[in-house]
């Protein structure tokens, strides 16, 4: 009796360690720098050095928090246009990225297993080389004489481009909404298709062997099975690509324009060039709590989906 409570004692202890481990690692570089970077946004800045928010004087501890930076953020269109902008990037990155990764990771799922890992070899083939150089490759390739450049005015894809707005003049593709979603997508698409091929590769095939019995059409069975079935993989695909996204810096400053201006980069302009910390400091704060809204989304789908199962 004593060694079987002696092994359950034991157990516990592990499971405990195996789950408080990941809550350590998320307190340490998750929590804790968000909230050094939530104290500087609150606090006023005297030369190199930050005030305290508790000051003991004269037996009495004050606390004071400097807002003025949140309601600035409120009363001025800019801040407000970037965040706007961020998030319609990073949503039509989103869209673009479903739209192309769904048709690839549906091929990888459905092709012979003996396929299977040279396709998915091929997805995690960018990741081999430096994120900076892959970008800094479009430049070439949409810059003047590129041949992705080339062949879209061969094509007389920039009239296209210049009537929707994507680009400033026909054949100048560089530093426009069209190259920093080109370069977005081209960034992003793996981390799409990789969790929508792993929900697919998983899906029982006798349910569209069933409909497709029961008189539906490929398409029918498509829409009614297939993608109900594989929207946990969509979800998840949509948060990996939305969410860095939304604060993406290099692409915007190696592939943007000035009409492009994304949170990223205002970030960096006001640690680095105008060295004002605390606002710095408030935009990363809205930003991380624009961010939580659809992780906080995702994990209550994810909840209600483990509840209906049986």
Known sequence: MRRLTALWTWLK???????????????AFFLAP???????????????????????????????????NYVFITEDDLYFATYVSSVKYAAITTVLCLAIGYPFAY???????????????LVMLPFWTSFLLRVYAWKGLLG???????????????HVLLAAGLIAAEGKFMNTPFSLVVGMVYTYLP???????????????????????????????????????????????????????????????????????????????????NNDWPMASTVAVVMVLLIIVPLALFNRYQAQAQEKRP
């Open 107 to 121: 091929f990888m799922a459905r092709a012979k297993a003996t396929l299977q890992p040279a396709l998915l070899m």
């Open 191 to 273: 981390f799409m298709i990789l969790p929508l091929y792993a929900n697919l590769s998983k899906m029982d095939l006798r349910l569209l062997e069933a409909a497709q019995d029961l008189g539906a059409t490929p398409a029918t069975a498509f829409w009614k099975i297939t993608v109900p079935l594989s929207k946990a993989g969509i979800i998840a695909g949509s948060m990996l690509v939305f969410i860095p996204c939304v604060g993406e810096f290099v692409i915007p400053e190696l592939l943007g324009g000035p009409q492009t201006l994304m949170i990223g980069r205002v970030l960096w302009d006001e640690f680095f060039s």
């Open 144 to 158: 003047e004489n590129g041949w992705v450049s080339e062949l879209l005015i061969a094509l007389r894809l920039d």
């Open 34 to 68: 968000f909230l050094i970077v939530l104290k500087i946004s609150v606090s006023e800045m005297e030369n190199v050095r930050f005030k305290d928010l508790l000051v003991l004087k004269d037996g009495v501890l004050a606390l004071s928090l400097k807002l003025s």
């Open 13 to 27: 202890r592990g499971r405990t360690a195996v789950i408080g481990l990941p809550y350590l690692w998320l307190l």
